[in-house]
Structure formats: structure tokens, C-alpha cells
């Protein structure tokens, strides 16, 4: 049974729960947060009453004895804990993403994993959200042909009179560059869908040319184009990753940050509809585009007739927490019978590159190409983010 602390108890900690709970081979043992009637108030919610509470975290890895660790703090914390967690002996650890707000700090913390032998995982669970998976396996054989390109679709609305959603407040610690590292859609939520194009398309991204809208709330409308890399005899494969943001659109709740992705073959065109609001997650009820034949989970357009795939899936499975518990399993299988996580510490750097890319293009308004983002240009000082782009309302 694998000893698991958790460091940070946002709201994000409870989706990275869920894998943990009722989980034969690993055990919520420890906690670790600043306020401790909110920590036993953590504990108590999800039934925890074995575990410890702790302020500090370093006092949690010297007395817990963990194997594993999910740290899910602010970006600009990972850094030095992922690295004491790593010479405090814990041999798996979860990175929430992105892992750094600087490659130079990516490298430090691959290196300090490698040296203490910790496997590190950067957190991400897109890619094992059922509908994905889906969809890859229809890729994978040949159902759209060779692909030639990806586009993914985020949009972002506020019902109006609502209060800005927790993460977007100018208050918040994802608003300012200093922690954050980069913009809060762009370059966090971005993570993942540079992660999603990189993953469907299997290669890596070689040149960015992005334009992020300077004068609005948030860094949307931002509009990312990509190449990836291809080798000799092999066609050019592009991404677009546009990111709107709708603050008068009329939602069924408070908050919605939604996803479609188009993906074009040389035989077809796939379209992934709906990510987080789909299924039954009762933080979007009242939305009825996954009840809809309109918006099918999966649509394929082939040889001129259209299919659809997965129109019998459970609102249960459909729920968004599915990939959450399914990429904490992933990483549990990992440590106890070897493999390598999804993703490993140099692919969390690329997939970090691409995001600092996006802001450095908008920044000088250019394309970057990927060669240009490294830890030698960061410490040299010609690579430097100025701005995250958002202009938050203060309250």
C-alpha cells in the first residue's frame, strides 16, 4: 500500500482526491496546508480520519514516511518542493502543471529527481479522459488518415452579473506574473491543450506564432498557430489553439471553460465535442449541449457520410472527474510495477516551452521558434515573459 501526502488543498485538490479514495494500493496517510481548520475540515469531508494534518511540508516528509506525493500548490511553490520531496526520499511525485515558472527551474527539479531516484510525474489529465481516449484510438486506426492538423477551441463565459470565478480574480495568485509565471488561460489551462495537440498529433512543435489580446481581462481572445515537427517524406502538420472569453454569454451557471476540437486527416474530419461540461457534473447542470444529438461526444465526416461515436456513454463516465481518477491509477501502476508516467518531468519542460513560447511571440510579435526557448537564453536574460496579459478588474 503506497503512502500518499497531498501539499495544497484548493480546489483542485478535490478532483486529485478521487483516485485515492477506496484505491486498494494507495492511502492518503498526510496533508499539508497553511490553515489547519480548513486542512481537518479537508480530512473530514472525504473521511480521512487516519491521516495527519501539517502546516509545513518539510515536517511532513520527515515524519510521514510517504511514497508518493501530489503537490498542488501555486506555480511558483513546485520548484523547491517538488525538489525537497525528492531528497527527502519520497519516490513518486505528482507535479501539478506547469511544473516551473522557469526551464531553469524545470531542469533543477528533473535533476534533483534523477539524482534521489524519484520518478516525477507533471500532472495532466486530459489525455485520459474517456472521450479522448476515443477518439485516439479511431486516429490510431487510420479512420481519418495521415493527420494533417488540430485545432483546439476554448471558450470561456460568465453569466452576467456573476461574480469573476475564484481563478480569475485579480486577487488571485494565478493573476499575478510573478507567480503564475505566465497568463491564466494561455499559460496554465494552455498547458493542456498544448499537451492535447502534441498527444493527437505524436510530435513536437517546432515553430509558434501567437497574438493575445493586450487590452482585455484575461489573456483571450488569444489566437496560438503551430508546426510541429515532421520528418523527410512526411506532409506538414499544424495546430491552431484559440482561447475566446464571452463575459455577457448567457450560462446555466456561474462559470464555464469549455473545449471542441477539430482534428483534420487526409481521409476525414474529427470533431471532439464538449470536455469538463459534459456528463453529470453537478457544477454544470442545466446545460443541455451534452443531452444533444447535435453535439455528439465524437462526430467523423468520411467518404461523405458523417458518424458518430459514443452517444451511449454514461453521464457518469462522461463526467470530467473520470480522467482525474483515471491519470492518478495511471501513475499508482507506474510505481508499483515500473513504466513511465504520463507526463515525465523533460516532456512537462516541452510541453512548459510551448506555453512561454505563445507569450514571448505575442510579446515581440513574431514567430518564435522553439529552438529560441531554452534555460541557456533564460539565464543569458533574451528570454524573459514581460507581461501576462490581463487586465483583471479589481474589486
Request: proline content about 5%; hydrophobic content about 40%; charged content about 20%.
Amino acid at each position: 500500500m503506497l503512502r500518499v501526502g497531498v501539499i495544497g488543498l484548493g480546489a483542485i485538490s478535490h478532483e486529485n482526491v478521487l483516485g485515492y479514495l477506496d484505491s486498494p494500493d494507495a492511502q492518503i496517510v498526510a496533508v499539508c496546508n497553511r490553515n489547519r481548520e480548513t486542512g481537518l475540515s479537508w480530512l473530514h469531508q472525504y473521511s480521512l480520519t487516519e491521516a495527519e494534518h501539517f502546516t509545513d511540508y518539510r515536517e511532513m516528509f520527515s515524519k510521514a514516511r510517504l511514497d508518493l506525493v501530489e503537490i498542488l500548490t501555486p506555480h511558483h511553490l513546485h520548484h523547491e518542493q517538488a525538489i525537497a520531496a525528492a531528497e527527502a526520499g519520497v519516490r513518486g511525485i505528482s507535479l501539478q502543471k506547469p511544473m516551473a515558472n522557469s526551464l531553469v527551474e524545470c531542469d533543477q527539479i528533473i535533476a534533483a529527481c534523477a539524482k534521489h531516484d524519484a520518478v516525477l510525474k507533471v500532472y495532466d489529465n486530459f489525455v485520459f479522459y474517456p472521450v479522448y481516449v476515443k477518439a485516439k484510438q479511431l486516429i490510431d486506426e487510420g479512420l481519418i488518415g495521415e493527420l494533417m492538423s488540430i485545432r483546439v477551441n476554448t471558450m470561456a463565459g460568465l453569466a452576467e452579473g456573476a461574480a469573476w470565478p475564484w481563478c480569475f480574480q485579480a486577487d488571485s495568485w494565478r493573476a499575478d506574473l510573478k507567480t503564475g509565471g505566465t497568463g491564466p488561460l494561455v499559460g496554465d489551462d494552455g498547458f493542456h491543450k498544448f499537451s492535447l495537440a502534441r498527444w493527437f498529433m505524436e510530435s513536437d512543435l517546432e515553430k509558434i506564432g501567437a497574438w493575445i489580446d493586450a487590452e482585455t481581462p484575461l489573456d483571450a481572445p488569444a489566437f496560438i498557430r503551430g508546426k510541429f515537427k515532421t520528418p523527410p517524406g512526411k506532409g506538414p502538420k499544424y495546430a491552431q489553439i484559440d482561447f475566446s472569453f464571452s463575459p455577457r454569454m448567457a450560462l446555466p451557471c456561474d462559470f464555464w471553460l469549455e473545449d471542441f476540437v477539430e482534428i483534420v486527416g487526409e481521409r476525414g474530419i474529427m470533431w471532439v465535442n464538449l470536455c469538463s461540461a459534459a456528463g453529470d457534473r453537478k457544477m454544470f447542470a442545466g446545460n443541455q449541449m451534452s443531452e444533444s444529438a447535435v453535439f455528439p461526444p465524437i462526430a467523423v465526416f468520411v467518404e461523405g457520410k458523417v458518424t458518430s461515436y459514443l452517444q451511449d456513454i454514461s453521464p457518469a463516465e462522461r463526467n470530467w472527474s473520470t480522467s482525474f481518477v483515471a491519470s492518478t491509477k495511471h501513475f499508482i501502476q507506474v510505481l508499483q510495477q515500473g513504466g513511465e508516467p504520463v507526463y515525465t518531468g523533460e516532456e512537462g519542460k516541452e510541453i512548459t516551452r510551448y506555453a512561454m513560447a505563445a507569450f514571448i511571440s505575442a510579446q515581440k510579435r513574431r514567430d518564435v521558434m522553439l529552438d529560441e526557448i531554452t534555460s541557456e537564453a533564460e539565464q543569458a536574460g533574451s528570454l524573459k515573459i514581460e507581461s501576462n496579459f490581463c487586465n483583471l478588474p479589481r474589486s
